[in-house]
């Protein structure tokens, strides 16, 4: 029996740059949890909080899980891939210029 029968075989998919999250925020400071996956964050001359996905998986053997969520202060990024699966991720947050940002719970320098 050949593998791909068994396991489907999921083709390259990209998804770059593509908006995720568009929220009100009005606290003065946001918890960035990012599960070890690379997030920029940056300061821009905005009222919310806003994510990017950066996303490209190559052929695998396997699939991908990729969750946001802002809930109070903390905003929640996670994402993987599983099985046999070639794939690179990247988040980017901006938020408001005024807003103390910590990353995963300790305090970090925003770009921008």
């Known amino acids: 029996m050949i593998l791909t029968e068994l396991w489907p075989i999921h083709r390259e998919t990209s998804w770059m740059g593509t908006p995720l999250l568009r929220a009100a925020f009005s606290g003065k400071k946001l918890n960035v949890r990012t599960n070890d ?9 905005i009222k919310d909080v806003r994510v990017t996905l950066w996303f490209h998986e190559g052929a695998s053997l396997g699939g991908s899980d990729i ?10 990024l996670d994402a993987s891939c599983s099985g046999l699966a070639d794939c690179d991720i990247k988040f980017r947050v901006q938020v408001p210029r005024d807003t103390t940002v910590l990353r995963n719970g300790n305090p970090t320098d925003l770009k921008g």
């Open 37 to 45: 996956n690379p997030t920029d964050l940056v300061a821009a001359d």
């Open 67 to 76: 969750t946001w969520e802002l809930k109070g202060d903390t905003l929640d």
